[in-house]
Every structure is written in structure tokens, then in C-alpha cells.
């Protein structure tokens, strides 16, 4: 079975127009040299998720799932209570309840 992943590169170029290097060159010359500097960036990136994706492909391929390693910090206390991603009760109030500050409700219709 064949997986496809979602990640695609996609081409890093942007050009100024000509009439705008004319009037401003050396705003472009800083535009250039920056683009070059972020394309490295860009390209390292790349590199990595395209490899990331080819682990992945070849660990569905050969063992159903995916593993990974995490870093864990050294400030990381396993007895200490950490905030729930999602606290328990209700999220949001029924639409026509009000509720007021002593917490009892009241229908509006």
C-alpha cells in the first residue's frame, strides 16, 4: 500500500517589479540580499520536512504506525498538577438562558 503525504513544497521566488528597482534601488538591493538569506532558511526546511516525510512513509510501510522521540525537560515535574487542556463543565451557555452572578438561571423566552 502506497501513503501519501500532504506536505508539497512550494517555490520560494518572488520578483519586484522593474519600475520599482528604477525608483528604489536600494530598497531592492535589501530586498535581495534578505530573500537570499530567508531562501537558505527556507531550503533547510524543506530538506527536513520532505526527510521526515520519507521516515514516515517507510515506517507506515513497514510497521503500520509512527514512532517518534521526544525531548523531555529537565524541569518537567511528574507529580505536579498541570492545567487540562480542556477543563471539565460546560463550554458555552444554551441559547435563551441567562445566567447572573449568584449563578442561577433564568430562561429569556
Known sequence: MKYVMSYKP???????P????RMFPE???SYYMMKADTAQVADSNEREMLEL??????QLEAKGI???EVEVDE????EKDYALLH????????????KN????TRKLN
Open 87 to 98: 477543563p471539565p463543565g460546560r463550554r458555552r451557555h444554551r441559547p435563551g438562558v441567562m
Open 101 to 104: 452572578h449568584q449563578g442561577e
Open 66 to 68: 509512527v514512532t517518534y
Open 18 to 21: 522593474a519600475d520599482m528597482i
Open 10 to 16: 512550494k517555490p520560494y521566488t518572488v520578483e519586484l
Open 27 to 29: 530598497m531592492a538591493a
Open 53 to 58: 516525510q520519507k521516515d514516515y512513509a517507510q
Open 75 to 78: 524541569d518537567y515535574e511528574e
